[in-house]
């Protein structure tokens, strides 16, 4: 089976750094990817780790260690906009599925 | 990235009675995911749907409740059966590409 860790509740600051980390457990691991959900709507992709290191889109960094079954998400300069909901997910690589972490929910106050 | 459609966005069911969600994608696809989210929850995947094969289930979900069809390359359904309200969660469809999921705007239900 699979499971994710996750914070369940972050709380930071207009232009602050926040780190959310995730760990897994899975057989099969292929890849552990990002997702943002504002209340309301569809989850949208953020980043997509399959190997060990930093991913930089913008604000948003991804990192992996698959040695250590961790990773994390990085936002930079917060805005009130990223308040929001976060998933981790890892996909299987033996039959291409994702399944996703319990969530982080990130409130950004001024 | 794809764009997917999903039909009804909302509605409002009654115990015991069925509803049948469509998926539309804008392109063809081999997989099909259907998962589930209830209120404050996470997303869990209720099935896979392969063209041509039947559907593979999670554990925990059986076909007898969520039956899926999956006609073509760019379409599915999913139907929630026999519904309570234990079934009130959003549906959403996805697909996946190199290492993402795309969704669709998801299906609100609330059975009564």
């Known amino acids: 089976g699979q499971s994710l860790e996750q914070p369940s509740e972050v709380t930071a600051v207009e232009g602050a750094i926040v780190q959310i980390n995730c760990t897994y457990q899975?057989?099969?691991?292929?890849?552990l990817s990002w997702y943002q959900q504002h209340d309301g709507g569809a989850p949208t992709f953020l980043s997509y780790?399959?190997?060990?290191g930093l991913e930089e889109t913008g604000r948003f960094s991804s990192f992996l260690s698959r040695s250590d079954s961790y990773g994390y998400l990085l936002l930079q300069e917060l805005q009130m906009k990223d308040s929001a909901s976060y998933f981790c997910?890892?996909?299987?690589?033996?039959?291409?599925?994702?399944?996703f972490g319990s969530g982080t929910k990130l409130n950004v106050k001024p | 990235s794809a764009v997917i459609s999903q039909k009804p966005s909302r509605d409002i069911c009654q115990r015991g009675t069925s509803l049948t969600i469509q998926c539309q994608v804008d392109?063809?696809?081999?997989?099909m995911f259907w998962y589930r989210q209830q209120p404050g929850q996470s997303l869990t995947l209720i099935a896979t749907?392969?063209?041509?094969?039947?559907?593979?289930?999670e554990s925990g979900f059986v076909i007898d409740k969520f039956p899926i069809s999956r006609p073509n390359l760019t379409f599915s359904t999913l139907t929630v059966s026999n519904m309570s309200p234990e079934d009130s969660s959003i549906y959403l469809c996805?697909?996946?590409?190199?290492?993402?999921?795309?969704f669709g705007e998801g299906s609100r239900l609330t059975v009564l």
């Open positions: 392109s063809q696809v081999t997989m």
């Open positions: 996805s697909v996946s590409g190199t290492g993402e999921l795309f």
């Open positions: 780790n399959a190997l060990d």
């Open positions: 997910a890892v996909r299987d690589g033996n039959f291409n599925k994702f399944y």
């Open positions: 749907a392969n063209q041509g094969s039947e559907a593979t289930y």
């Open positions: 899975t057989s099969g691991f292929y890849g």
